[in-house]
């Protein structure tokens, strides 16, 4: 069983930045792969990011390459999104997810493990 727990969402000026943070409990953190997905009003939830078990491969939608990047420390049991150049289409809740098969997270499917959320709004 995991638990996820966001934290660093809030209100930013488009072309601003944010981090988020996912801390994780349980001690096999390191055996999960994890991820981002975010959810805007009156629109399907979608993919953001995710980075596998041992922070050997990325993978990004589209819309947030270039400008997203995330990361995990496996000794703080915590996941990273750091988003930068904000725009005002970024403006969603953002849940972190977990799943022992990356493909759950990047390809199709439904993770297996999801946070409440954090609300990220971006001004223009």
């Known amino acids: 069983q995991v638990q996820l727990v966001e934290s660093g969402g809030g209100l930013v000026q488009a072309g601003g930045s944010l981090r988020l943070a996912c801390a994780a409990s349980?001690?096999?953190?390191?055996?999960?792969?994890m991820g981002w997905f975010r959810q805007a009003p009156g629109k399907e939830r979608e993919f953001v990011a995710a980075i596998t078990l041992r922070r050997v491969s990325t993978y990004y939608a589209d819309s947030v390459k270039g400008r997203f990047t995330i990361s995990r420390d496996n000794a703080k049991n915590t996941v990273y999104l750091q988003m930068n150049s904000l725009k005002p289409e970024d403006t969603a809740v953002y849940h972190c997810v977990a799943d022992q098969t990356w493909e759950r997270i990047v390809v199709g499917g439904t993770p297996s493990y999801w946070g409440q959320g954090t609300q990220v709004t971006v001004s223009s």
């Open positions: 349980g001690r096999t953190f390191s055996s999960y792969s």
